[in-house]
């Protein structure tokens, strides 16, 4: 079965150091990949290659398997219940996220003498 993605583009709030949103977003990454569906998870930092460097400048890569609908109930209802906490400053992050399906298989290079 093809996984899905789930991408979250984020920028931090001025008023909360790099660092202090690299260790939240570390475990909060974690605590999001406990719910049934995801297979992992990977944080990356954005720099502009070229052009509009736009909006975010942090990047959270979920790969799932199912609907979304699995771990977004999931995740929901532990973010209610406080099993997931989000700090006071969590309203303040700008995000985008996007769920992404395969529109195709895999493309993979071509290999001499095949």
Partial sequence: ???????VFSKRP???SAADY???YEAHAQENIESP????????NLAPATGNPGP????A?????????RWR?????????GDVKLPGWFPQIQFGSWDCT???????PARPGR
């Fill in 37 to 44: 569906g995801f297979l992992n998870a990977r944080r990356f």
């Fill in 14 to 16: 001025e008023s909360v």
């Fill in 61 to 69: 890569v979920y790969e799932y398997e199912g609907t979304q609908e």
């Fill in 102 to 108: 395969p529109a195709s298989g895999l493309l993979t």
């Fill in 22 to 24: 690299d260790r939240w």
């Fill in 73 to 81: 109930t999931d995740l929901d209802a532990r973010i209610e219940s």
């Fill in 56 to 59: 975010f400048e942090h990047l």
């Fill in 1 to 7: 079965m093809a996984t899905n993605l789930y991408l």
